[in-house]
Nanobody, 125 residues
Framework: EVQLVESGGGLVQAGGSLRLSCAAS????????IGWFRQAPGKEREGVSC????????YYGDSVKGRFTISSDNAKNTVYLQMNSLKPEDTAVYYC??????????????????WGQGTQVTVSS
């Protein structure tokens, strides 16, 4: 059974930090790019950050560049998203997903094979 399990969400004040984790199982982790996407109420889902299967290529959405860092631990089949300098507009449900295309396409087109259930991130002002 394919699983992508997100953790690490929560409530934080503006300017604070959170680290999200995405633990993958049930598929060959090394064959897929992994990405973080978010969806705020009333808005479309957007690509936040994606990383290639090797970890050598990353993509960041313009709104998070310089504040968020994506990393992967292939030995643990886990991808992390370190989120610093959080803003109220970062409030959303954050989803982890696995896709088989190049990272920038994966993040921009949101073409995922598998999706996690999501974790809520709330940033208070």
């Amino acid at each position: 059974e394919v699983q992508l399990v997100e953790s690490g969400g929560g409530l934080v004040q503006a300017g604070g930090s959170l680290r999200l984790s995405c633990a993958a199982s049930g598929f060959t982790f090394d064959d897929y790019a992994i990405g973080w996407f978010r969806q705020a109420p009333g808005k479309e889902r957007e690509g936040v950050s994606c990383i290639s299967s090797s970890g050598g290529s990353t993509y960041y959405g313009d709104s998070v560049k310089g504040r968020f860092t994506i990393s992967s631990d292939n030995a643990k089949n886990t991808v992390y998203l370190q989120m610093n300098s959080l803003k109220p507009e970062d409030t959303a449900v954050y989803y982890c997903a696995a896709g088989g295309v190049e990272v920038s396409l994966f993040c921009s087109l949101k073409v995922a094979h598998y999706w996690g259930q999501g974790t809520q991130v709330t940033v208070s002002s």
